[in-house]
């Protein structure tokens, strides 16, 4: 049969967002408001920063805005993974910030822990489960390099490097030639549960949030900052920015970030039979080891949701509705699965959708003020947002605040990436980038001297 058949009855929508439990949006601000702290951006970004300032200060008065609805956007598209690192992986890590790595390790494993405490604390329903990551090798070349990672990987964490007949015990995939095994460092979520038990979170704590209130405009008072959104205005003391893939208010930053997007698919529940015959009894997320990789789960009704491979950017770092589908894209991630998962034949999936991701050229986020600190951002998490966004807002919540801290002291806080370069620069070298990453995956991983000379000037672009 030919795989793309199985993609006759996807719905063009993402499936998280389908849940019969989505909330009713709120209303849209009307008139002006006074706060002490506005954030901007109903996005995990946005949500884990209003919910924390009131854990710091339940006095504090807080206003949050959302252009659309609350995980309308990556925070309601993602493949549901809430990742320690806060580096992107440890290789990202150990090559740009080989001096803090142990603290940045150690900063992630508490991030996590303290998603999953709150999780626990607000009685958030997001199909939470700790259940690890298991990165696959699918070539020969990638063995080897997993080999080497798990020997840095065991000294910062619970870590396990497994055989081809190892890892086929966990995942029955004919594909799969090795594995290391995160095995605490990656959390299983519904994606946008998560963010709507956020939101329940933040308005029992007294946010006020409103929804389809998109910030047009910023600047300077003499009291703080003046935020106009269509029917409004926020006078706030402070602000936060978390709108991440999205222009920023802050101009001057739009140059480190270009939206790139991802598209996923979800099956229908495996019955037992079809379960059986992939194991997956661990329940662990599971990603390749190539350059364009594939990322894939179990949801808690047992459908497998299969997405990466493709990264696309636009022209003029364009986001637009129309970019969130994407047949062809589709059709090969159906091909892929099938190829992966052989035994799976006659699999149909639910639902097809894509979504923008804010990447920039270190591949992990990165934090910076504006306005003589009145204004805090986070943005560039580059697809690892479902755990690094807490740690994010802890990072504006410090800036804001004005007092170092053990984060704010750290040179990933205090220095920014490259910026991308202007266009039509910035669209060629994408382009070429991505052409030599795929050229890489089927050579060996051997990398031509464009990908070694972005290397060395710390240029990247993830796929």
Not at 29 to 50: E, H, I, M, N, Q
Not at 99 to 126: F, H, K, M, P
Not at 336 to 341: G, L, P, R, Y
Not at 362 to 373: L, N
């Amino acid at each position: 049969m030919d795989p793309v058949h199985a993609l006759r009855d996807a719905k063009p929508t993402p499936f998280w967002l389908e849940d019969p439990g989505r909330p009713e949006a709120n209303s849209a601000l009307t008139g002006d408001v006074r706060c002490d702290l506005l954030v901007v951006g109903g996005g995990y970004s946005g949500l884990w920063t209003a919910l924390i300032a009131k854990e710091r200060d339940p006095g504090r008065d807080v206003v949050l805005i959302e252009a659309q609805e609350t995980a309308w956007a990556a925070s309601g598209r993602n493949g549901g993974f809430c990742a320690a690192s806060l580096t992107h992986g440890l290789g990202n890590g150990l090559e740009r910030w080989p001096d803090e790595l142990a603290a940045l390790e150690q900063l992630g494993a508490r991030n996590l822990q303290s998603i999953e405490d709150a999780v626990t604390t607000y009685d958030i329903d997001c199909d939470w489960e700790r259940t690890g990551e298991l990165d696959v090798a699918t070539e020969p070349h990638q063995v080897e390099e997993l080999a080497e990672l798990y020997e840095l990987a065991k000294q910062y964490g619970d870590y396990e490097f497994l055989d081809a007949d190892a890892v086929r015990a966990q995942v029955n995939s004919p594909t799969y030639l090795g594995a290391l095994w995160d095995k605490d460092g990656v959390g299983m979520v519904h994606p946008a549960k998560l963010a709507w038990g956020l939101k329940q979170a933040c308005e029992r704590l007294g946010v006020r949030i409103y929804e389809h209130t998109k910030a047009t405009d910023i600047a300077e008072t003499a009291a703080g900052m003046a935020v106009r959104t269509p029917y409004g205005r926020v006078f706030a003391r402070q602000v936060a920015l978390g709108t991440n893939v999205f222009p920023s208010l802050v101009k001057r930053i739009r140059p480190y970030t270009v939206p790139v997007y991802d598209y996923a698919l979800m099956t229908e529940p495996l019955n037992a039979e079809q379960l059986a015959a992939i194991g997956w009894q661990n329940r662990q997320g599971v990603g390749d080891s190539a350059n364009q990789f594939h990322y894939y789960r179990l949801s808690a009704d047992n459908r497998i949701l299969w997405g990466g491979y493709d990264a696309i950017y636009h022209y003029g770092a364009k986001v637009r509705a129309e970019y969130d589908h994407r047949p062809q894209t589709y059709q090969t991630l159906a091909r892929h699965f099938f190829q992966t998962f052989p035994q799976l034949e006659g699999l149909r999936f639910t639902h097809a959708w894509g979504g923008a991701i804010d990447t920039c050229t270190r591949f992990s986020a990165f934090f910076d003020t504006a306005y003589h600190g009145k204004v805090a951002l986070a943005a560039g998490y580059t697809g690892l947002g479902v755990g690094a966004t807490r740690f994010g807002a802890e990072v504006m919540l410090d800036l804001l605040a004005g007092a170092p801290t053990e984060r704010t002291a750290l040179e990933m806080v205090r220095r920014k990436p490259l910026p991308f370069p202007p266009e039509p620069v910035r669209w060629a070298g994408i382009g070429i980038t991505k052409w030599s990453l795929d050229r890489a995956d089927r050579n060996g991983g051997r990398r031509n001297l464009w990908l070694k000379t972005m290397d060395a000037v710390g240029l990247g672009f993830d796929s």
